[in-house]
Structures are given as C-alpha cells and as structure tokens.
C-alpha cells in the first residue's frame, strides 16, 4: 500500500531537486486552475498508457497527488500494479498543500512557456503585430513567413501565405529554405512560445531580420483578420549538400555552447543498460514518416519542435538520462540544445543517429511509435496499456450486434461510456451516460447504487472500457461486460451514433480548449499570463 507524504515534507523533496516524479493525476482543467510547480500532468485516466514512458524506471519516488486525496489512493493503486515500487500519496492533496501556504501556478506545459518567454526576454527577439505583417504584406513587401508548429496543426488553420517549418526540422532546411540571411523571416504558431523558439534559433543561425509573430494565429484572429484552412504548403525543400555543411556546423556549435554530449554506439548500449536501475529517455525526433522506416530499438518518437513545447509531458524526471537521436546529429542536436538550456543536466545525442546505428551492425526497427507524442490534450491513441490483458481476462466482452439487442430488451443494462467528455460528445451508443474514468469508482453509485446492475461498459477504442470494466468487477459489480473494439466497432456496423453531452449537468472540466478554438476572453487571458512568465526575466 501507498505511503503518504505531507505537504512540508514534498516541499523540501523538491526544493532538494532530489530524483522523484511528481504527477498530477487530476483531470487538465484542474490542473490548468491550479497546481504544483514541477508536477507532470497524467489524467489519472491515462497512467496506464502513458506513465511507463513517463517515468521509465519502475525503482523511481513517483508522488502522485489531487485536489483532496480521494483519487490519488486509487492511482497509487495502479502504479503499484504496474510494478512502482515507491509510491506516495500528497497528504490532503493540493488543497492542504495550498492551506499550508506553498506556491502554486496555473497553465499547462508552463516549464516550456516559461522558457519561450525567457528567450523573448533575454535575446531580445523582435515582435511583428499582426497589423504591421498585414500591413507590409499589403505594400508588396517580400516577407518570408514560416509555421514552426506540425504539419497537421499547419494544415488544419494558419496565416494566409506561411508554409510549414517545424522547429525540429528547420535548422536542417533552412539554409535551402531561405538561402538569404539578410530575408525577412516572420515565425509564428498558435500563441507565443513555438514561435519564439523558432525565431531564436534562426538568430542563432544568423538571420538577422528575423520576428516572431506576436501572439501567432490567436492574435491574427483578434486583429480582425481571416486565417487559412487547408494549406497544402507542407514539402520542406531537399536538403543540399551546402545546406546540410551549414547545418552542422550550427549542430557542433550549439552542441559545444549549451553543453550537449554526444554518446558513441557502444556508449549509448551502456547507458540503455542502467536503464533497469536509472531514468532514461530515448527519443526520436525526426518526422513520423521517418521513424516508421527505421528507428533506434527501445527509442520512442516525439518530434523536436514538440519536445519542447511540451517536456513536462516526456520527461517526469528532470534529472534523468535524456537521450536524442536523428539520422545524423543536426536534428538530434537542436532538441538537446533547447533541452540544456531549459536545466536538464544530462542531455545527450546519438553520435550519427540511425545511419551510425546501422552502420555499426546493429538492426533498425520499423513501424510507428505504439503510443506517439501523446499529452493530456489528447486522445489515448495506440499501443495497449498496462495491465490490458490482466483486466480483458476479467471481463466479458461483447459485440456490437448484442450490445444493440440488450439495450432495445425489456429490461436494458445501464450503459457507461468511460473516455473523456469531446470523445462522448463526438458519438456514443444511445442512451449511454458519460462516467468518466477518473472518477469511476467515485460517482458509479450514482447510475448503479445495486452491485447487481448490469452494466455495459464503452469508450472510443475499446481499451479503457476493459480497464474500467475490470475495475467495476472490483467492486463488486457482479454483472459487467465490455463493447469489444468500443464505438469504433460500433459505427463500423451501421448502429446508430448519439452525439452531444445528453445527460452531462456540469460543465466538463476533462479537454482544454486550445488556440484559435478559444474564445475571446479565453484567449486574451491565456495570453497575458503567457506574456507575464516572461516579466521576472526582465532587468531594471
């Protein structure tokens, strides 16, 4: 069982910088309220399938903590069965921790925010209101305007004209890109952080006319003026044999200024082995494309631009082995430098990435990342979870066709769909109530009061519903089963789908709202809490 640590004394253990990891498992919209400084964010319906990458050594002091102490025990729980052999509860929760007076901050990926705001401040990073941009493009002025966020979410909206130009991938590019130092370049994402980032590698790069878009597509927005959907500007053009020389020289460069070390083949295989005994994070930080054809065995993908939007959501540990790897040593190289300088200690590359691996004899693996780049904004996606099959041997499963029968039979099962709110507001099985995951064990009496209800347990892939399904059994339930496959087998054969929240009183507090989909006040909060992370860094 879990032992408990009072406020006063995880306090000490962080100020210590001692190697532990502490995980909110609240749901993103408590979070974003309210937390601790240096808490990873984990919905307490996502440790299964995402902790173990998290937090890789299984030996590591994982705090896990919530508003109040309820679900914690019951998350503590999981780990212990996902083998964590020391697990602690918060003491009272974030609630006491607040009572008692020690700081909290509000956000999410606030470590990350806090650096692009940083480098706003210490570089001195030139901004371009949307209104200027507008404004110079109107004149006919020659402006190169580059996207530093993925390609979907370039595709999906993004300023008329820019092309796509992820972060991890543009000191590899760029040279071919924008062969002109002396261009104007204007970078830009969603709000302010990528796009600083981005600006800033370019200025180390040497581009001397170079801005970041203040405020990204949410202050394009607010400018009154229209975004572009569908962009099809996603090609990088081929990287020549010049550019690639330009590219690492900067890689060996930064490499030599922010401290990255670079691991030999046999060097990286005897860090892999203390991995039963200390943190280590291997990561591939190429585009998914080029992970599939052939990565590093035991290395998981994560593409450098996000591996520094979102470090509190790779790595727990921030005193852990983190290691990079590409096809060379530019890419690789980029992520380490942002890593070393946002503090991690022990940051290193693969000295010629997959081409020395290969080279040295050693087998590639093909194939995507089972879980990918995944956060608390998103869905669960693949892979199967610890403990999957443990739980799917407790429960019976059933198809689509029966689920269908029984709830149209005289006396229907209570129907539960256990993913997050947006995935039940997308399509459910008709009549089923939302119960979310997190809170299952805690609010199930509300539906089933008698241990003898039926109950059909659901969720979008079928994967969480056997996790909750063996949960209930737990309980005590003695009547559940499982949608096999979830409602991805359902909308397969041909039954009907409810949409919306029917049901759902309060307003849920599980899926954040991001970018452009904001709403006004939402988005001139956000932003001005973003901006004023920077304010501490400012001299006077």
């Known amino acids: 069982m879990a032992q408990t640590i009072t406020a006063a004394a995880l306090k000490s253990l962080l100020d210590t910088q001692a190697t532990c990891a502490l995980i909110d498992i609240r749901e993103p919209g408590e979070y974003n309220d309210s937390h601790i400084p240096g808490a990873s964010l984990v919905p307490r319906r996502q440790l299964e399938f ?24 019951l998350a503590a729980a999981t780990l212990e069965g996902m083998g964590f052999r020391q697990v602690a509860v918060l ?63 370039h595709r999906r909206v993004t300023i008329p004209g820019s092309r796509s130009a992820p972060n991890g991938e543009v000191a590899m590019h760029i040279a071919d890109l924008v062969p002109d130092p002396e261009a104007t370049v204007v970078v830009h994402c969603a709000g302010r952080t990528r796009s600083i980032v981005g600006a800033r590698l370019l200025q180390r790069m040497g581009f001397s006319k170079v801005f970041d878009l203040r405020n990204g597509t949410m202050g394009w927005l607010m400018a009154g003026l229209e975004l572009e959907t569908g962009s099809t500007r996603l090609a990088l053009p081929e990287v020549s044999t010049a550019g690639l020389t330009k590219a690492e020289a900067f890689a060996a460069r930064i490499a030599a200024e922010d401290g990255v070390r670079a691991l030999s083949i046999v060097a990286l295989q005897e860090l892999v082995a203390r991995a039963e005994r200390e943190n280590v994070y291997l990561i591939d930080v190429r585009p998914t494309e080029e992970y599939a054809r052939g990565h590093i065995p035991g290395f998981q993908w994560f593409p450098g631009g996000q591996a520094v939007q979102r ?49 040295s004899g050693q087998p590639l693996v093909s194939g ?24 799917k041997a407790q429960v019976e499963l059933i198809t689509p066709a029966a689920l269908d029968e029984r709830r149209k039979g005289a006396s229907p099962p209570v129907i539960i769909f256990v993913d997050t709110s947006r995935d039940f507001s997308n399509g459910h099985v008709p009549g089923a109530r939302w119960v979310p995951r997190g809170w299952l064990e805690l609010t199930i009496a509300d539906g089933a009061p008698s241990k003898d209800t039926p109950l059909i347990v659901t969720c979008a892939s079928g994967l969480s519903s056997v996790l909750a399904g063996a949960a209930l059994k737990a309980l005590g339930y003695q009547r559940v089963s499982v949608l096999g496959d979830g409602m991805a087998a359902w909308i397969r054969a041909g039954l009907p789908v409810e949409q919306g929240l029917s049901g759902v009183m309060n307003p849920p507090n599980d899926v954040l709202t991001m970018g452009t989909d904001r709403t006004w006040a939402e988005a001139i909060q956000y932003l001005r809490w973003e901006e004023e992370l920077g304010k501490k860094y400012e001299t006077h």
């Open 368 to 391: 995507e990342s089972p879980g990918g780049p995944r956060g608390y904004d998103e869905g669960i996606g693949g892979g199967l979870p610890a403990g999957y099959d443990a739980a």
């Open 50 to 73: 995402r902790l173990g990458r998290l937090v890789p050594y299984r030996g590591t002091h994982v705090i896990v903590c919530d508003d109040d102490g309820r679900r914690a025990p």
């Open 91 to 153: 003491d009272g929760g974030i609630n006491r921790w607040t009572t008692e007076g020690y700081p909290t901050e509000w956000g999410v990926n606030v470590p990350s925010k806090d650096f692009g705001e940083k480098m706003q401040v210490v570089h001195h990073i030139a901004e371009m209101h949307p209104e200027e941009l507008a404004a110079r493009r109107r004149r006919g002025e020659k402006i190169v305007l580059l996207d530093s966020r993925t390609p979907e979410e």
């Open 311 to 359: 470090a509190d959501d790779l790595v727990a540990v921030k005193n852990g082995h983190v290691v990079f790897a590409c096809d060379g040593r530019v890419r690789a190289t980029v992520a380490a430098s942002w890593y070393r300088q946002m503090g991690f200690p022990n940051v290193y590359i693969v000295d010629g990435g997959t081409t020395a691996w290969a080279a």
